[in-house]
């Protein structure tokens, strides 16, 4: 579209590919110009994907029939530009880049902390272009500062036995092997490292900032409380403040895990021999963040693995197979005066949960009485441990 | 002095910035780093997606993480809030008024409709649409055939297109998968199909060349010389978008850097060779660097700082540096280096491939010229009529290049 160099003075030269060599071949034999051979052609283009458009609609293919209507709107302006002289050309692609690098530079500083103007055109110009050509990415890598490596664990309870045996069942993602490879929840290797990498940034996406309540003192309250009752005491406050432990993710972060819930409750079965079709009872989600070994402690020996020291599980909530909160978890209601209520009742909600008591927290108490995959770590015989 | 002489004046400055503005974007450019760009691209994009070929339900399937009934919801329905015009405060949630705007608001954590400037955005996916596993396995193997396609440079100007769509199809159809390497795949993609990227090294290349070769023996005319591709506009603004995009990468990239603390007082490296999960920890003799670094402290503070300084120059005086003719090539040497770094030690080995094929876009046309030369003496060694000398010395294939590195066109 661009490339006519008759107003340059460039040597005219044989086209190449299979597309210009038909094109020229066609105005050869029809004697029609290039230039007007193309336009025909760009109009049939646009009348044919507005044909299609209106048939994917019927067929509720909604986003094919808006790639068709794109595509119908692009060939009519190409149309169109083709038929303007040289200089009307390169008028028209110079507007294209300016906006085009517009867009760009207001999804890289659309980020906070971010300027007025940037957020407006964002939301209000650019946002559906950047989306539809997935270019919203600020770049902001490893900014401010590089930060822990997110895991996903999820707790599956099943219906249990009629002896009582409660049924469970860990599934942690990404996941490596004793080896360093990644597997998967089954134990099947992960084909190759971008996959493994894939599955890294879906626990990524759990853990979008959310700030910190104003109701804080009071969370701590309930919590503190909680653990008079069942032993799972917070961190010292001393080595990590309080507001440090309580990370209550923003409410796309909970619609992600809510879609990660379901996916886990229909997908992933009980391991124990004929228990592979018990109904799913809930669901417990942990965003455990693997923190960085400080060079000190490498220095004095940790294991970089030391789940004990290094996993911060933040417990983000007990969901049925459909992703729902339970009740005695959270309870979500509309109000008679039409107002969005919203109330925690688990005081471990958003909480971090040593790693220690986790396999205790998420199968809540008797670990005995329970047909689990938490591995059992037995370092000697009066210390009895189970670890996801 | 009279009006025109005034406006003359006036005129100047503009004349010399729509002068240079024409020059920067409008001068014809050899399309051969496309090509070189489309191959190194085209097999990444292809491993990527071959990869996911055992992951098709996990991602894609409709029980996959973000399932069909989540995603549609979200590009559908997803409330947008402008922030206020004015200096007023962003206004609270209204109550609901009936039952439809009680379902949105228990559904989006308590956003009224009524306050959502805009809802969902717009998203192509063949994966919204096809969703029964055995179709969706003959669709992703139809896209690659449509990588491979476009990576060997078959139907480029189509095949192109069909490759941004179909990688655009994974992206949008599961958001919270992808990381750095997609979103340096699809802006590579979106060039790649805008510019001539089939013009050069491609096989339509050749399938035009057998048709002069046929069309001159039929009229028993002597065979054309193998000409080097001409140059186009189109490539060179796909060069220049390409390069201006790289450099607005690094410069967020290195600005925002700046915000952190631990990339002032110089210890953010650390943060990067030190995650368990993305570093080859598990490797003894990796650790054992590590431990050695750890175990001597001033060893570590001046490797953490000469690391943090080099990844702060490189982002940071990339954008401007690289466009000084001297300073390209250490500019291209140290990104290679950065990308090379975060490619073994942080594990990114698609994202940092990706990266440095962005980078080709700077290679300078000198460099592509003598690589095309040194090609051709190395075909004539192979070839037995001696036929690539031959045209090398008709066509000039190391005709004298512009002060810019382009070749010279009449104004």
Redesign the interface.
Known sequence: ???D?RD???ET?????????FVNHLSARTGLSQCWLQFIMLLLGSLTAYLASEGLHRVS????A??FR?GMVLSAIGAVILLLPSVGR?IV??LV?LF??GG??TA?TSVNPSP?LS??LW??VY??YL?????N?????????????N?MFFCIEYKSDPDGTKNFRWVLV?D?DG??RPVNPDGSPV?????Y??????A??TGSSGIVPWNLYQLLDQRLRAAQVDGILPFDPRKVPYDKQYREPD?RS???I???V??VA??YKHQGKGKENLPVKSVKFYRVL?Q??E??Q??AGVD??NRSL?YWPFFYGKFDKDGNFTEDCVK???DS????Q?ELRDPYLYWLIPYDDLARHGQGGDLEKADSNALRVEENDADKEVKP | MSVSSLISIAWKPFKAIFKGWNRFWFTPADPTNLGFMRISCGLVVLFIHFAYTWDLQEFFGKNAWVDLTSINEYRLEQPWQVLPWGWEPIPEQPPAANAEEEHYMLNWYGFNPRMAYAKGYPAWSVWFEVTDPRWMMVVHCSFLVVFFLFTIGFCTRVTSILAWLAAISYIQRAPTSIFGMDTMMNILLIYLMIGPSGAALSVDRLISRWWEVRAARRNHQPIPPFSRPAPRVSANVVLRLLQVHFCIIYMASGLSKLLGGVWWNGTAIWGTMAVFEYCPMQIGSYQSLLKFLCSHRWLWELAMNAGVAFTLFTEIGLPSLIWNRKMRWPMITMAVFLHSGIAMVMGLRTFSLLMLTMLIAFVPQETVDGMRSRLSDWMNLILPHGEMKEQKESNGLARPLGARGQLKVSS
């Open positions: 579209m661009i490339d160099n340059a003075g460039v030269t044989q086209p190449t590919g299979i597309w210009p060599t293919w909604d986003s094919a808006l790639l794109v390169r692609v110079s880049i085009h690098l760009i530079l890289v007025w957020t407006q939301t209000t946002r559906p989306y539809f050509l997935w270019l990415n600020a770049y902001h890598f490893y900014s401010p500062q590089p930060g822990p490596a895991l990404p490596l080896e360093g084909f190759s490292g971008t996959e990498t894939r599955r890294l940034s879906l990524e996406y409410a909970k619609r992600w809510q879609a990660y379901r996916h229909a997908t693997h960085i070994l060079p000190d490498l220095n970089p693995d290094l979500i209601w509309i005066a039409g107002r969005f919203s």
